[in-house]
C-alpha cells in the first residue's frame, strides 16, 4: 500500500470512531411491555458514550416522568440526598430538589406519605417533570427536552461531591410521540411543575 492510502484508512477509521458513538446519541422511541401485565408504554431514551441513559415516559395517569440512569459499568453509586440537575441547552437547570424536600415536609405535617414526586435507586432515580395535561399548561421542561439540541446532568455521588454527564438529544419526533404530545411548543408553567 502507498502512503496516501495508509493515511486514508487511518483517517477513516478515526472518523468512524468518533462519529460513530455520537450517532447512537438520540432520541430512540421504544415500546417495553410489562411481563406480568402485558401493558405496553413508550419511551423516549437517549443513551451517550459513558453508558448512561435518559430516558421519559408517560405512566398510566398522564404524568410524565423522566429516568435517569447510570452506566452499568461504573462503580459509581447517586446519593441519596441530592437530586441530579438537568440542564437543556443554555436554559436554566431543572432543580428536582425542591420535590424531595416538599414531600418530605408534606408527610411530617400529615403524618401519611403523599404521592411520590420521585424514586431512588443507587443507579437509578426516576423524577416527575409534569402531571401532564396539556389543558392546564405544559411544564417548560417538557418542551426544551424535546427541542434541544442537548442534556446536561449534574449528579452528586454517594460517596461526595458531584460528575457531569453529557446527552445528544437529536431529532424531536421520538420523543413527543413516546410521550403522546403535539411537537408544536405549548403553553408553559414554571419549570418542572409536577
Known amino acids: 500500500m502507498n502512503g496516501s492510502k495508509v493515511v486514508n484508512l487511518r483517517l ?3 472518523v468512524a470512531a468518533v462519529l460513530l458513538p455520537l450517532s447512537s446519541q438520540a432520541w430512540d422511541m421504544q415500546s417495553k411491555v410489562d411481563s406480568m401485565t402485558d401493558e405496553s408504554n413508550m419511551t423516549a431514551t437517549v443513551k451517550n458514550g459513558e453508558g448512561h441513559t435518559f430516558t421519559v415516559y408517560r405512566q398510566k395517569d398522564g404524568s410524565i416522568w423522566a429516568l435517569f440512569e447510570l452506566s452499568s459499568k461504573t462503580g459509581q453509586t447517586l446519593s441519596p440526598k441530592t437530586m441530579p440537575v438537568i440542564r437543556v441547552d443554555k436554559y436554566p437547570p431543572n432543580d ?3 420535590d424531595v424536600e416538599l414531600q418530605a415536609l408534606l408527610a411530617k ?3 401519611t406519605p403523599i404521592s411520590p414526586t420521585y424514586l431512588y435507586e443507587p443507579k437509578w432515580v426516576h423524577a416527575k417533570l ?3 395535561d396539556d389543558a392546564q399548561s405544559r411544564a417548560t421542561v417538557i418542551d426544551q427536552l424535546g427541542q434541544g439540541k442537548t442534556l446536561l446532568v449534574r449528579y452528586h455521588l454517594f460517596t461526595g461531591g458531584y460528575k457531569e454527564t453529557l446527552f445528544v438529544l437529536g431529532p424531536r419526533g421520538p420523543f413527543y410521540q ?3 404530545l403535539s411537537a408544536k411548543p405549548a403553553r408553559h408553567t414554571a419549570n418542572a411543575s409536577p
Do not use: D, R, S, T
Open 109 to 111: 405535617i400529615n403524618g
Open 178 to 180: 413516546a410521550l403522546a
Open 130 to 132: 409534569w402531571h401532564g
Open 96 to 98: 428536582f430538589m425542591h
Open 12 to 14: 477513516a477509521w478515526l
